[in-house]
Each structure stands twice: as C-alpha cells, then as structure tokens.
C-alpha cells in the first residue's frame, strides 16, 4: 500500500503533510504535490495533517487513478522536504471538484 495525492490538492497545495513524512516523499509541482510511491513507507502520518483531504491510501477505489499521476510526476518534480506559504487563494479551491481538466499543471515547482 502507499499514499496518493489527489486532485483536491490542486490549486490549494497548503503543504501541511510535509513537514510530517518521515521519508520526504513529496514531490512539489507548480500547483500540487505528489507522494513517490516507491519512496512512501505507508505510515499514513500525511493524510490526516490535509486540510483538503487530498491525501488517500491506494486501496481507496478512487485512489487507483492517481496512481500513475502520482509515480509519474514524483519522478519529475523536484522533492520538497519544507512546508512552504500555500496560495493566497487556496481556501477558494479547496472542495472545488474537476480540478484535474480544468488546472492542473505539469510544470515543476521550486522544491527546496
């Protein structure tokens, strides 16, 4: 088992599960993190600490589409080990559904 992120992180990105793994196994995009499967010892300490609940472990039916998201772009975006400033408006697109199609990007983000 392992931890994803999903698309409720997009555009929120509030960061507050970094600074509690234990492995560092998130990886920062432009506007959402995701967790490296292979790197997550499935401690389940993240999930609880979202404020957007974005954080499901792989056995969640709906999960198993981020997935793949998740291992793909951990292996691009650069590791983020520090809780950084969360957008300014991330309390609007928190609980906002279709985020996925509409704005997530594949570009990198600062990392640390």
């Not at 999903?6 to 432009?30: H, L, M, R, S, W």
């Not at 957007?52 to 997935?67: F, H, R």
Request: with cysteine.
């Amino acid at each position: 088992m392992t931890y994803v992120v999903t698309e409720a992180c997009i555009k929120c990105k509030y960061q507050d599960c970094i600074e509690v793994c234990p492995v560092d196994c998130f990886y920062e995009g432009e506007n959402m993190l995701v967790i490296h499967p292979d790197e997550c010892i499935d401690c389940g300490v993240c999930e609880p600490e979202c404020p957007a609940e974005a954080i499901l472990p792989d056995t969640e039916g709906e999960a198993e589409k981020w997935l793949e998201l998740n291992r793909e772009y951990s292996e691009k975006w650069p590791n983020i080990t520090r809780k950084g400033e969360p957008p300014e408006d991330a309390d609007d697109w928190d609980g906002v559904d279709n985020k996925f199609e509409q704005h997530f990007s594949p570009n990198p983000g600062k990392g640390d």
